[in-house]
């Protein structure tokens, strides 16, 4: 079955150190997505893709990068310069369903705690 | 203020209610979209609107593009329906997503 995959679910990491969060689709879909869930907010965009080598910031790139280097792959670096990595990260795909609506898919998502 | 405003923020009904969640938005948007996040945070898509009203099982999400609100009904509530439900909504050029920040359902027996 097609879907979206992020490894791995749970991760910790001290503070200061690089971490890259994985995140795989087989859905052939060219725009991913990154989100970050903190309690009591709704879901904020942190970079997107909408295809292959290239992507954009979102609202809180700072302190994270990406890459595309495939489409199926779009994985999220959480670098030692973001201030309060630690928080749920979720992974998102969508391709078009007729016109302009899009629908999309999400990943089970990855729960950082930098400690 | 948020583009997108879910109430109530927290729900707390018996087994068999009928349970109402409302979104409210003030952009432009292409679809609205109602997701179920259960404990463990994975995100299940229960409905992707333009208009009108859908239904799935004991769902059913309405939308009136005028008024730019969204309801997302549970008929005959059960435990299992208890998650956080989520209003988004999608539109232009980028397709980006905005979210309300959630209703947290909790259905007791």
């Known amino acids: 079955d097609g879907g979206i995959t992020q490894s791995p679910k749970y991760l910790f990491r001290k503070e200061g150190q690089n971490v890259t969060l994985s995140c795989e689709q087989n859905?052939?879909?060219?725009?991913m997505y990154w989100y970050r869930q903190d309690p009591g907010q709704g879901l904020r965009l942190i970079y997107y893709?909408?295809?292959?080598?290239?992507?954009q910031k979102g609202d809180i790139a700072e302190g994270y990068s990406v890459s595309r280097e495939k489409k199926e792959s779009f994985p999220l670096t959480v670098t030692s310069a973001q201030k309060n990595p630690t928080a749920f990260y979720l992974c998102?795909?969508?391709?078009?369903?007729?016109?302009?609506?899009?629908?999309?898919?999400f990943g089970s998502g990855t729960r950082l705690t930098v400690v | 203020k948020n583009e997108v405003e879910q109430s109530p923020q927290n729900l707390t009904a018996q087994e068999g209610e009928f349970i109402t969640i409302n979104c409210s938005y003030s952009?432009?948007?292409?679809?609205l979209h109602w997701l179920q996040q259960h404990p463990g945070g994975g995100i299940v898509s229960l409905f992707m609107?333009?208009?009108g009203k859908k239904k799935h099982g004991r769902l059913i999400a309405t939308i009136n593009i005028q008024e730019k609100h969204s309801s997302l009904h549970i008929t005959a509530s059960h435990p299992r329906d208890s998650a956080v439900y989520i209003c988004?909504?999608?539109?232009?050029?980028?397709?980006?997503?905005?979210f309300g920040t959630g209703t947290l359902l909790a259905v007791q027996p």
């Open positions: 998102a795909s969508s391709a078009p369903t007729g016109g302009a609506v899009y629908g999309y898919t």
């Open positions: 859905l052939n879909h060219d725009a």
């Open positions: 893709s909408q295809i292959v080598n290239d992507f």
């Open positions: 952009v432009g948007i292409s679809a």
């Open positions: 609107l333009s208009s």
């Open positions: 988004a909504v999608s539109g232009g050029a980028t397709n980006k997503l905005i």
